[in-house]
């Protein structure tokens, strides 16, 4: 009996992994730098929400905030180059999943995939727009924009407050899927364990959990603030990652509270940093 298991597993292992060598190379090169990418930015935020849960400096920020610290370091701008050029490859991959479905996903991921290539296609455009300021100020990034919120225009018309109620719901949703993940471990399936060592195995796991439903728990507040934005129609409500991380803070045990969280996004960030080197990556 357990000899057949073993050798199902075996042969699933190495259909995974054919699965992946049949990726083009520069296909497999930009899923994989763009994983890295996108965990250096959470491990970046993590790390200055946990400074400031410490009182040793950092900042409670957002994903945005992060590059605009990013750019401030000491050969920031070549890093801020990386992590753009990484996220483009991100995206690409993204598109590759929704157009190609390689994994015979349904509809709803495809659309996840969908909305996350534009959110990280925002996130790519923001860090090149703090390159190009860096570069025609002559150092330091761009000044806040003055321009209407697109929450508060989207508010502003009729069934507006519902729609961004709406939003909120699909984020709440979305945090609490994240912690199912987390909490269940789903997330082994995208990894090819025939080909990692013991170490990254137990690191995955660790991450991975701990990472999800941090992240999880950060989506839930996002999702409640746009909601109560819709129902108090106040256009200038904080919005965003920053902002659920600062009421955070402001709990009682809000110090700890942020860092706990803090702590998570961290390892969020690390465990997408080993996504981008173990991920079965296929096309067919």
Avoid: C
């Avoid at 900042?59 to 590059?67: C, Q, W």
């Avoid at 991959?93 to 990280?120: A, C, D, F, T, V």
């Avoid at 697109?150 to 719901?169: D, S």
Wanted: net charge positive.
């Amino acid at each position: 009996m357990n000899s057949s298991v073993e050798v199902t597993k075996k042969r699933a292992e190495r259909k995974g992994k054919q699965a992946t060598q049949d990726v083009k190379p520069w296909v497999r090169a930009f899923a994989r730098f763009g994983y890295t990418a996108k965990g250096a930015i959470y491990v970046l935020l993590g790390a200055l929400s946990l400074m400031a849960a410490l009182g040793v400096g950092g900042k409670t920020t957002g994903s945005k905030g992060a590059l605009e610290t990013l750019a401030k370091q000491q050969y920031g701008n070549i890093l801020l180059w990386l992590t753009a050029i990484g996220l483009i490859g991100y995206i690409v991959w993204r598109l590759i999943q929704l157009i190609k479905n390689p994994e015979n996903k349904g509809i709803g991921s495809r659309i996840g995939y969908l909305l996350s290539g534009i959110m990280y296609g925002a996130l790519a455009m923001k860090a090149f727009s703090i390159l190009i300021g860096t570069l025609q100020s002559g150092g330091g990034s761009s000044g806040s924009s003055t321009k209407q919120s697109l929450t508060a225009k989207v508010l502003a018309q009729p069934m507006g407050q519902y729609v961004i109620m709406g939003v909120g719901g699909a984020i709440i949703l979305y945090g609490l899927y994240e912690m199912y993940r987390g909490l269940t471990e789903k997330f082994k399936k995208q990894f090819n364990y025939s080909d990692m060592t013991k170490k990254e195995k137990s690191a995955v796991r660790k991450t991975g959990k701990l990472g999800l439903l941090s992240r999880g728990v950060v989506f839930g507040l996002i999702g409640y603030f746009f909601i109560q934005t819709a129902m108090r129609a106040q256009t200038s409500q904080a919005l965003g990652l920053d902002a659920a991380l600062s009421k955070l803070a402001e709990q009682p045990y809000g110090q700890w509270l942020l860092g706990i969280v803090s702590a998570g996004l961290l390892l969020f960030g690390i465990f997408q940093i080993l996504k981008g080197k173990n991920r079965h990556l296929r096309l067919s």
